[in-house]
């Protein structure tokens, strides 16, 4: 039960998992959530990014989410609505 928890395995393990989703789900942009203190490492998101924007050609944003989010509500909806604004962009160049 434990080796089926998303969270096991180095950071690469882990960005190999989120590659094999984005095809799975056509997922169009990845969201990297950190919660301080609360991640296996200060720079697997680095290494999830660099994974995900090496094997694969979407957006991904990495962000910080603080255990109290009120007063960086609108700083994260701003760079959310960015991402998903660039998900649209890029649906419409398609032919």
């Known amino acids: 039960m434990a080796l089926a928890d ?3 395995g180095s950071a690469v393990d882990r960005a190999e ?4 989703d984005i095809g799975r789900f056509d997922a169009e942009a990845v969201v990297i959530s950190r919660i301080p203190g609360a ?9 999830i990014g660099e994974v ?3 094997r694969i ?17 609108p700083n994260l909806r701003t760079r959310l609505e960015a991402v998903v604004e660039t998900v649209r962009a890029s649906r419409s160049k398609q032919p």
């Open 6 to 8: 998303p969270m096991v």
């Open 17 to 20: 998992r989120i590659c094999a």
């Open 39 to 47: 991640s296996h490492c200060a720079m697997e998101a680095t290494v």
């Open 52 to 54: 995900v924007r090496d």
């Open 57 to 73: 050609d979407i957006p991904v944003l990495e962000i910080e989410v603080p255990p109290i989010t009120d007063a960086m509500e």
